[in-house]
């Protein structure tokens, strides 16, 4: 993958490895095989899904993407895969809960899954919904569908909310998402900077402002899981972990 070529080479103040006890949950990945653009076997979800344990994550919460022009899923397809999947790691022995919800775009689609109550959630009565949002431009009937997330009792949680280059030179647009009731989810793998410098410091200055309220792999194969494991040697992963306002271990 060329988005992660330069990153191992560039010198960084390395901590030791950070423990995940304290994160426990990570809430976004693509390890259902065959549904969307993560995990393209079995053999690859159950290879990243003994990455996930090793690294010291209890539970698994995956996300796959439900999006009308490319991934048509739905509840059953997802439960149906989640359903193969544990039963793979049962009978490997692999000691990890894994749970499915949805990763949403935010499109007319959606707002018709609003409308008839077909959402798939994480977080039991808090009702998470995780939505992503197109990378080229805002779309416009973003406000109208976090509305109607929050007015059916919904708790929208914008994925990695540092991502969304347009929104960069006006980060107020971020705070008006968490105003909007909009829980705030970082990709890990954005603090090592392989999605790139601008995200990197929209990363970082999220940490620093002490908003962001989930924290994800996104890992949709095991490079992702390199990140993941040269973010844990970062101080800024170590101080983000160590915040109070993180929802990760409460799942
Ligand atoms: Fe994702």
Redesign the pocket.
């Known amino acids: 993958m060329g988005l992660f070529s330069n990153i191992f080479k560039k010198k960084q103040p390395l901590l030791p490895l950070a423990d995940l006890a304290s994160l426990k949950n990570d809430i976004?990945s693509?390890l259902i095989p065959g549904v969307d653009d993560g995990a393209h076997t079995m053999s690859d979800s159950l290879e990243m899904l003994k990455v996930f344990q090793e690294s010291g994550y209890k539970k698994v919460i995956t996300?796959p993407?439900i999006m009308s022009d490319y991934y048509r899923n739905t509840p059953e397809i997802i439960n149906a895969g989640l359903a193969d999947l544990k039963k793979e790691i049962k009978s490997k022995g692999i000691d990890i809960e894994i749970e499915a919800a949805a990763?949403y775009n935010v499109e007319p689609d959606f707002e018709e899954i609003i409308k008839n109550d077909n959402v798939l959630t994480f977080g039991g009565s808090n009702k998470y919904v995780l939505i992503?949002l197109s990378f080229f431009s805002e779309p416009k009937r973003l406000n109208e569908t976090i509305w109607a997330l929050n007015n059916k009792g919904y708790s929208p949680v914008l994925?990695h909310v540092e991502r969304y280059e347009y929104w960069h030179n006006d980060l107020d647009k971020i705070t008006e998402m968490m105003n909007r009731g909009v829980k705030l989810q970082l990709n890990i793998g954005s603090l090592t900077g392989a999605y790139g410098p601008g995200i990197k410091k929209v990363a970082n200055w999220l940490v620093d402002e002490k908003i962001v309220d989930l924290v994800g792999t996104?890992c949709h194969h095991l490079k992702h899981l390199d990140l993941l494991q040269l973010a844990r040697k970062l101080p800024k992963f170590h101080e983000l972990i160590a915040q109070e306002q993180l929802l990760n271990s409460t799942l």
């Open positions: 976004h693509h996300t993407h990763e992503e994925a996104d």
